[in-house]
C-alpha cells in the first residue's frame, strides 16, 4: 500500500481541496473516516507543545487500535485559514513527527473548517462506496474561540452534513464540538453558548466543554477522541448508529 495521497477538490465550494488515498489501494471491507479539526489561531499560541500532545495521543491510540488497519484519518488545523496536516490515510501510515508543525498564530475560521471536514467526508465516503467499500463516518471540531474569519456560513455545513445523513454513503456518522477554554477567564461563558449555539445550528450530534488546554484535559480529549473513532469503527458493517461520547467525562 502506497503511502503517497491523492488531491481532490470539493465540487462547487471554491478553493476548498483535500487528500486521500485513493480507494483502489484499499484492502479491508470497510473503513471509518475519521477527521480531527484543531484550532491553531493565536489565542492558543502559548499552548503549542499541548496541541502537540494532543494530536499526537489521538494518533497514538488509534495505532494500538485492534481496528487500525480500518481506520482512515484526516488532520485539518485553523486559523486564517484552514491547513491540512494530512488527508485520509490508514493510522497506521501516520508519523506522529507530522504533528510538530502545529504554530498558532491569527484568526479564527472555524466554519471553514468545519466545512472542510464535512464536505470532504461526503465527497470521500461516495468514492469508497463507488469503490464497493462500506463506510461510517466521524468527525470531532476542537476549538476556544467564536469564527471571525470564515467565508462559508453555517448553513453550507449543516446543507453538506444533511447530505451525508440523507445518503446511503455512510452507515452512521457522529460529531463533536468541544469547547477548550480557561473557566476563569471571563468570556467563558459567552464562548461556550455560541459554541453551543453554533453546535445546534449545524446539527453537530453534541457540544462538549472540555476545560482548559491544560495537560489533563490534553490526554482525556485525545484518550476520548480515539477511543471514539475506534468504537465507531467497530460499529461499521452492524447497522447501528455510533456510540456517542461520554461528555460527562469532563
Known amino acids: 500500500m502506497s503511502d503517497q495521497l491523492e488531491n481532490y477538490v470539493i465540487p ?3 478553493n476548498f481541496t483535500f487528500s486521500a488515498i485513493n480507494p483502489e489501494e484499499l484492502e479491508e471491507l470497510g473503513y471509518t473516516v475519521a477527521t480531527v479539526v484543531l484550532d491553531e489561531s493565536g ?14 495521543t489521538v494518533a497514538e491510540g488509534l495505532k494500538k487500535s485492534s481496528r487500525a488497519e480500518s481506520i482512515l484519518l484526516r488532520v485539518i488545523t485553523f486559523n486564517y485559514d484552514v491547513r491540512e496536516i494530512h488527508g485520509f490515510k490508514p493510522v497506521t501510515q501516520i508519523d506522529l513527527n507530522e504533528y510538530n508543525q502545529i504554530d498558532p498564530d491569527g484568526r479564527t475560521a472555524l466554519i471553514d473548517a468545519m466545512f472542510s471536514a464535512v464536505a470532504s467526508t461526503y465527497e470521500y465516503a461516495k468514492k469508497l462506496e463507488d469503490d464497493g467499500y462500506d463506510a ?59 459554541l453551543s449555539e453554533l453546535q445546534a445550528e449545524i446539527d453537530f450530534t453534541e457540544y462538549i466543554e472540555a476545560g482548559d488546554v ?34 460527562k467525562a469532563f
Open 136 to 194: 461510517n463516518a466521524c468527525i470531532y471540531v476542537i476549538t476556544d474561540g467564536m469564527d471571525n474569519e470564515s467565508k462559508k456560513h453555517a448553513r453550507d455545513v449543516s446543507d453538506q452534513l444533511a447530505k451525508i445523513k440523507a445518503g446511503e454513503e455512510v452507515e452512521s456518522i457522529i460529531t463533536a464540538l468541544f469547547g477548550v477554554n480557561d473557566p476563569t477567564c471571563g468570556w467563558t461563558q459567552e464562548v461556550a453558548q455560541a
Open 12 to 14: 462547487g465550494a471554491g
Open 214 to 247: 491544560d495537560k489533563k484535559n490534553v490526554g482525556k480529549i485525545g484518550g476520548v477522541v480515539s477511543s471514539s473513532i475506534t468504537s465507531t469503527s467497530q460499529a461499521l458493517g452492524k447497522g447501528g448508529p455510533s456510540q456517542q461520547l461520554p461528555s
Open 43 to 56: 489565542s492558543l499560541e502559548y499552548k503549542k507543545d499541548l496541541l502537540i500532545e494532543l494530536l499526537k
